[in-house]
């Protein structure tokens, strides 16, 4: 399996707290080669300089505008031939990606979807309404059976 240039886009809005565990899951992914784009949505706390620390990352930094702007940005300058939609409050088993992008590559199909979102921020009081609203467990966003 060729292993082609990939492009994860982490979608940020005041993600401080958070977004070092991201990252660090993804510097950690077994599939190379990957770039990392933390697309910036505005904030107004130290998510951008937490992104800085990262010098193989890029940060693409701008106004608030809205998520949906912000990542579409993102797409324009992404490099890689597979993009990847992540959130910033998500942290990843070391070999998520290469999973993710096995069908892909291989031709099997054209886009997938992964089967266990971790949530990094469970025992935040609106992550937890968020997740027993919507019959999940708090730890864990959506399981493909």
């Known amino acids: 399996m060729a292993h082609v240039l990939l492009t994860a886009i982490v979608a940020v809005y005041n993600e401080e707290r958070r977004l070092a565990e991201?990252?660090?899951?993804?510097?950690r992914q077994t599939y190379q080669p990957l770039e990392i784009l933390v697309a910036d949505d505005g904030s107004s706390d130290?998510?951008?300089?937490?992104?800085?620390?990262?010098?193989t990352v890029r940060l693409l930094a701008g106004a608030h505008r809205g998520k949906a702007r912000t990542v579409n940005e993102a797409v324009s300058m992404a490099r890689g031939a597979i993009v990847l939609f992540l959130d910033g409050d998500m942290y990843f088993d070391p070999r998520y990606v290469e999973t993710l992008v096995a069908p892909i590559l291989s031709g099997e199909t054209i886009g997938t979807c992964h089967a266990l979102e971790h949530v990094a921020n469970a025992t935040n009081r609106w992550s937890r309404c968020w997740q027993v609203s919507a019959g999940l467990p708090v730890e864990s966003r959506l399981r493909l059976s």
């Open 22 to 27: 991201c990252l660090d899951s993804l510097l």
């Open 46 to 55: 130290g998510t951008r300089d937490v992104a800085a620390r990262y010098p």
